[in-house]
């Protein structure tokens, strides 16, 4: 496999993984807002949350295809 190639799909992986850590931050502050009666930005948090979900996928599906 070309190394080019085999960085990206490294890197597409690495940047799945990442995108989870970062989704735990959300979903705590996400819980904050709620709890402070910020509900739309409580509910901005969850459509990033979704977003993250659905990139997360993409990148995981790009690594395994170079894979």
């Known amino acids: 496999m070309d190394k080019q190639i085999a ?9 799945a993984n990442h995108n989870e850590s970062h989704k735990e931050n959300f979903v705590k ?15 901005k948090l969850d459509k990033a949350i979704e977003l993250m979900d659905e990139s997360s996928k993409y990148l995981l599906a790009i690594h395994e295809e170079l894979k």
Do not use: F, Q, Y
Not at 32 to 43: D, P, R
């Open 7 to 15: 960085k990206l799909s490294k890197l597409c992986e690495h940047w």
């Open 29 to 43: 502050w996400r819980n904050i807002a709620k709890e402070k009666g910020l509900n739309t930005i409580a509910e």
